[in-house]
T-cell receptor
Framework: DVKVTQSSRYLVKRTGEKVFLECVQDMDHENMFWYRQDPGLGLRLIYFSYDVKMKEKGDIPEGYSVSREKKERFSLILESASTNQTSMYLC??????????????FGPGTRLTVT | GQQLNQSPQSMFIQEGEDVSMNCTSS?????WLWYKQDPGEGPVLLIALYKAGELTSNGRLTAQFGITRKDSFLNISASIPSDVGIYFCAGNEETSYDKVIFGPGTSLSVIP
């Protein structure tokens, strides 16, 4: 079974703090993703990564950065947390082979509250 | 950008009833995915579909990849209380295999 784990289930941070959210997958997937999920707005893509050291902006990258130094790990960084970044953050990974992409698997989510 | 339409938006059903929900797009998709999300948890993959007309089952769940490649259906037979949650469809457009498009979800409530 594919397993995607996220470093924290719940996190409370203060405005202006630097926040790191970590995601690890154990299935050697090439692609990894970070989403945020807010009531009424659905899942919105923040960043994704095709492979190690590669990153692409998603729909809402402002205020975020990412790092992928190892294939199994994809980190989301909030350089200076703000209250409007309070949300549920979801990591996902996906196999990519021969020009075809397969299904995404999600982690359990991190509920981040910025006060 | 591309959006998926899911219907119904919400459902309230009696335990034991069958459930049907669907997802439509304005463009052709080459992959359809169905997820279930419980409150406070990440979405869990239920079924993945890769060919037009494909019909796939996972226990009491059955999903189909529409032959027009612009829709997909999910059926749940003999619903039970643990079926409660939000069901999302998702997929990859034919012209853009990188990005996964998600539907807004169908909220299912099961009355014991």
């Amino acid at each position: 079974d594919v397993k995607v784990t996220q470093s924290s289930r719940y996190l409370v941070k203060r405005t202006g703090e630097k926040v790191f959210l970590e995601c690890v997958q154990d299935m050697d997937h090439e692609n990894m993703f970070w989403y945020r999920q807010d009531p009424g707005l659905g899942l919105r893509l923040i960043y994704f990564s095709y492979d190690v050291k590669m990153k692409e902006k998603g729909d809402i990258p402002e205020g975020y950065s990412v790092s992928r130094e190892k294939k199994e790990r994809f980190s989301l960084i909030l350089e200076s947390a703000s209250t409007n970044q309070t949300s549920m953050y979801l990591c996902a990974s996906r196999l990519q082979r021969g020009g075809w992409t397969y299904e995404q698997y999600f982690g359990p989510g991190t509920r981040l509250t910025v006060t | 950008g591309q959006q998926l339409n899911q219907s119904p938006q919400s459902m309230f059903i009696q335990e034991g009833e069958d459930v049907s929900m669907n997802c439509t797009s304005s463009s052709i998709f080459n992959t359809w995915l169905w997820y279930k999300q419980d409150p406070g948890e990440g979405p869990v993959l239920l079924i993945a579909l890769y060919k037009a007309g494909e019909l796939t089952s996972n226990g009491r769940l059955t999903a189909q990849f529409g032959i027009t490649r612009k829709d997909s259906f999910l059926n749940i037979s003999a619903s039970i209380p643990s079926d409660v949650g939000i069901y999302f469809c998702a997929g990859n457009e034919e012209t853009s295999y990188d990005k996964v498009i998600f539907g807004p979800g169908t909220s299912l409530s099961v009355i014991p």
